[in-house]
């Protein structure tokens, strides 16, 4: 039998022990920087902003965290019962004895290997020399055809007929309809490029489609896609997604645009700027088709002026000229002075309300009489008893003293 | 009438038949021609009126055009009506 140490060793507090597997975790390379694939459950985001999930799969769960700021950058979120890849550090949440992944990017299961796939076809087409800059061709500044592939039904066909109305309506619009996602858009978004150039010739084509996951853009990174606007006769600009999603096509095309209305804009000149560039050609013709006549009355005037600087008459108006210019320094010498009396009545006028005992009230002091009209300065003032009133700033109510306390 | 300046031929067509393009190319030679400034007193007042009324003719192509939109169906053009 085992004797019992004589002194035990002092017990550690919940504290350490948290503390301690905290060091233990976040000194594990491994834990800090690790993606994670499970199923997404228990998905919630409270008003806080932050995102809270579990991710499962058959034999374990993982709590997991996402702060608010690394929320608002993740493009999709995840939804509960959907297969995603997390990447984040494994730390313990103290207060709640949990250890849980702290996440920082979420992506749909899968899309790591689409990534890859990505990256090559991309390796491989610039090697080819397809997203060379002097392969691309020049956005014409006033187009008269702008052709437009996207799906008839989307937001984004909407975003861009507006953008082209309100800048530049002038021109003329032709829709060739595409699927741009699922298994189809891509030879949809081929035929339709091709249907474009043959038949109607624009000026400039946007091929456009508003924002979505990885997968949901995928067609545009498909080569077929990609050798079509390398092989287009009119320049092709590219507004897919937002501003941070990336496709081979954006590489290849003559423009990249990131969103599908700053396609449209590129594509077109701007009202604004066509109107003020029309007024000053007004301006132009104005001043020199006036520049001849105008050369004429100066001649006349000079003239004229000459003549005049001979006259007698000139002498009396040299004198008249005088006079009005002293008379005009006098009546602007008085009136600054009746600025500065001004100012300084403002100011006595300002200290003046500063003595005012109504301006001490507001400041919660108050003002205590006996019912004649006596103040009451100092406890001698009053007996116990005594009826008294009491001023505040917005009115005064009766009061009666009780007893004498004195300092 | 027909007069000349070193770049441009007077045009005698109606301003208000001028499709944006050709409207904006003749008002820019206009403005060349009276800044060359090469032309009589009655000439530049010819310009000056064919000038302006070309720019108003412009401003007014941009205020009140309504895009038109066709859909290429298979290869013949229809009008788009949207969603």
Request: hydrophobic share 40%; charged share 25%; aromatic share 6%.
């Amino acid at each position: 039998m085992s004797q019992l140490p004589f002194f035990e060793p002092p017990s550690w507090t919940v504290t350490d022990v948290t503390r301690y597997l905290r060091n233990l975790l976040s000194g594990d390379e491994h834990l800090q920087d690790l993606w994670v694939m499970g199923e997404v459950s228990n998905l919630s985001r409270p008003a806080s902003g932050h995102l809270y999930f579990t991710l499962k799969d058959a034999n374990a769960s993982l709590r997991c965290v996402m702060w608010r700021n690394t929320v608002i950058r993740q493009q999709v979120l995840p939804r509960d019962g959907e297969a995603v890849e997390v990447h984040g550090g494994v730390d313990i949440y103290e207060a709640g004895g949990q250890y849980q992944l702290y996440a920082d990017l979420i992506r749909p299961a899968g899309e790591g290997l689409l990534y890859q796939e990505f990256l090559r076809l991309k390796a491989r087409l610039e090697a080819e020399g397809l997203f060379e800059a002097e392969r691309k061709r020049p956005i014409p500044k006033w187009p008269r055809r702008i052709g437009i592939v996207t799906s008839p039904t989307g937001a984004a066909l909407r975003d861009m007929l507006n953008t082209i109305q309100r800048r530049f309506a002038l021109v003329e619009v032709i829709l060739a309809p595409s699927a741009v996602q699922g298994t189809e858009a891509p030879v949809n978004i081929v035929a339709a490029l091709e249907n474009l150039n043959q038949v109607t010739k624009p000026d400039v084509i946007l091929l456009a489609r508003g924002g979505g996951s990885m997968e949901d853009l995928w067609a545009f990174n498909d080569e077929g896609v990609v050798r079509a606007i390398v092989a287009s006769m009119a320049p092709v600009i590219t507004g897919v997604g937002h501003e941070t999603d990336f496709t081979i096509a954006d590489f290849a095309a003559d423009l990249r645009a990131a969103t599908p209305t700053a396609a449209a804009e590129l594509a077109t000149p701007n009202r604004v700027d066509l109107l003020a560039l029309l007024f000053e050609l007004s301006e132009r013709i104005r001043r020199s088709a006036g520049a001849n006549v105008q050369d004429l009355k100066w001649n006349l005037a000079e003239l004229t002026n000459r003549l005049k600087l001979r006259s007698p008459e000139m002498r009396w108006l040299s004198d008249r000229q005088r006079l009005d210019d002293l008379a005009r320094r006098a009546s602007i010498a008085w009136i600054n002075r009746l600025k500065v009396e001004n100012l300084r009545l403002e100011g006595a006028s300002q200290r003046l309300d500063s003595l005012n005992p109504e301006a001490i009230l507001e400041r919660g002091y108050a003002i205590v009489t006996h019912q004649d009209g006596q103040l009451v300065r100092s406890i001698k003032d009053v007996s116990p008893g005594d009826d008294l009133e009491v001023r505040v700033s917005d009115g005064q109510f009766n009061a009666q003293a009780l007893e004498n306390l004195e300092n | 009438m027909t007069q000349t300046t070193p770049t441009y031929q007077f045009n005698e067509a109606p301003v208000d038949a001028l499709p944006y393009e050709q409207a904006f190319a003749e008002l820019e030679q206009i403005v060349m021609a009276l800044e060359i400034g090469e032309h009589t007193l009655d000439e530049g007042l010819n310009l000056y009126q064919r000038g302006q009324a070309l720019a108003r003719h412009c401003a007014d192509l941009l205020e009140k055009a309504e895009l038109r939109v066709q859909q290429l169906v298979g290869g013949a053009l229809e009008d788009f009506e949207g969603e």
